[in-house]
């Protein structure tokens, strides 16, 4: 699953995809798709490691050129991830095609995933792979995500697709195998027989726009506009000033206070370049970002802030990212200052904005009660997988 990170979102989640070599085909012993003939010996067989099904047949995974992805492999592919979205979480926005080029070539944030399709004996691509070996940092672990057309599933197709990614990852050297899926029983079962371990727990959140009680958060905003007077709340839209890069680095590391779980992860580590590259990709990606920035009227300094994200091509949907304030500031009702003088911006701006999302921790109560205090309601829950090579 690649999703959008909310206001304390894992880092993981946010992780992208190395740039590596992926292009060409490689052939792995395993199976054909559901609705093909079997091929070779064209039995559904238990496979003697595991006691379950192997996938008859052959499969033959297609990396895809991020640069320059072969038509067929890249609709497949996104053919393949919408079907899922359709029937494992309708609520999540549809995955354009130029959204998917654009995530082949950037990723989240300048890393990009290593994508392969597996193209059943009618070319129909079947399953996705997608590995992630990020280079910012956490360079100890890979991320593996998969995913099987609905049609597709309960034949072993997953588990070979699985397989290939943990040992694309091994090869890259990296010790740590991370996947993570929404908390639903097929899913789980899965990541459980892959042989990983849960690690981590988080919850999806959406804020229902059209049902904002504006007379309330205009009294809360009030309130905490008085806590917080000596800071005055900044609009940047788009990329980041040059002259406040190094600021924005700063605040954006403040995330890593987020809680983690049991994940076997190292902080993010947060450049001038990886800003640069985040909002690049953003851009590609056709997403229109706000950013709120809390300023410290006496010396000047950068506080804390929240960004969101306006998909251009779906202008009715918005990401909640990152919220964060620097431990000096906390206590003075920033998050919540920035966070419904977000709304208000929005308001203005992107009037035809209906929702906004955000994950966070499920332990993260700070942020979970900020979120409650302005109307957002649990959607689903998703649960981090880890497992040591
Ligand atoms: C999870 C997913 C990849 C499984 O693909 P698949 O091809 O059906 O998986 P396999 O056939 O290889 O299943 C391997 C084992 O996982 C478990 N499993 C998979 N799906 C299951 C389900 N719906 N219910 C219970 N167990 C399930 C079983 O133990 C199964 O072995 P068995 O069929 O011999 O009992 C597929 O359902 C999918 O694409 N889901 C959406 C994306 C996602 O959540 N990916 C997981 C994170 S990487």
């Known amino acids: 699953m690649v999703r959008v990170a909310g206001d304390t979102g894992v880092a993981v989640s946010r992780l992208g995809l190395a740039t590596l070599p992926a292009t060409g085909t490689a052939t792995w ?30 499969v033959e995974l297609r990396w895809l050129d991020p640069d320059r992805p072969d038509r067929h492999d890249a609709d497949g592919a996104v053919a393949v991830l919408e079907a899922a979205r359709a029937v494992d979480c309708p609520h999540q926005p549809v995955l354009t095609g130029s959204a998917f080029a654009a995530r082949l070539r950037h990723g989240w944030d300048g890393d990009p995933p290593l994508t392969a399709v597996h193209r059943d004996c009618r070319g129909t691509v079947a399953g996705v792979l997608e590995v992630s070996l990020p280079h910012w940092d956490n360079t100890h672990l890979g991320e593996v995500a998969v995913t099987i057309d609905p049609v597709a599933r309960r034949q072993g197709l997953g588990t070979r ?130 950013r709120l920035v809390a300023q410290d009227r006496g010396t000047g300094a950068l506080a804390g802030h929240t960004m969101t994200a306006v998909q251009g091509e779906q202008p009715w949907y918005g990401g909640q990212y990152d919220t964060s304030v620097l431990r000096a500031h906390r206590g003075h009702r920033l998050g919540l200052l920035l966070k419904i003088g977000m709304l208000r911006w929005l308001a203005e701006t992107e009037p035809q904005l209906r929702s906004l999302d955000t994950w966070n921790a499920a332990t993260n109560v700070h942020m979970i009660g900020i979120n409650e205090a302005l109307g957002y309601r649990v959607l689903a829950s998703g649960i981090g997988y880890q497992r040591h090579l």
């Open 161 to 290: 697709l699985f397989e290939v990614g943990v040992e694309r990852v091994h090869r890259a050297g990296r010790t740590l195998v991370y996947a993570d899926c929404f908390d639903q029983p097929g899913p789980v079962a899965f990541l459980k027989a892959m042989g990983l371990d849960r690690a981590y727990e988080e919850v999806q959140r959406r804020q229902d726009l059209r049902a904002l009680d504006w007379g309330r958060l205009d009294g809360v905003y009030a309130e905490a506009r008085g806590r917080a007077a000596a800071y005055q709340v900044i609009r940047l839209a788009g990329p980041t000033p040059q002259e406040l890069v190094a600021d924005i680095v700063r605040l954006t590391g403040a995330i890593n206070d987020a809680p983690t779980g049991d994940l076997d992860i190292e902080d993010d580590d947060f450049s001038p370049e990886r800003i640069r590259a985040f909002e690049a990709a953003q851009q590609a990606q056709g997403q229109r970002l706000y």
């Open 29 to 58: 012993s395993g199976g054909s798709a559901a609705t093909c003939k079997p091929q070779g010996k064209g039995r559904i067989i238990q496979s003697r490691e595991r006691g379950r099904r192997a996938f008859p047949g052959s």
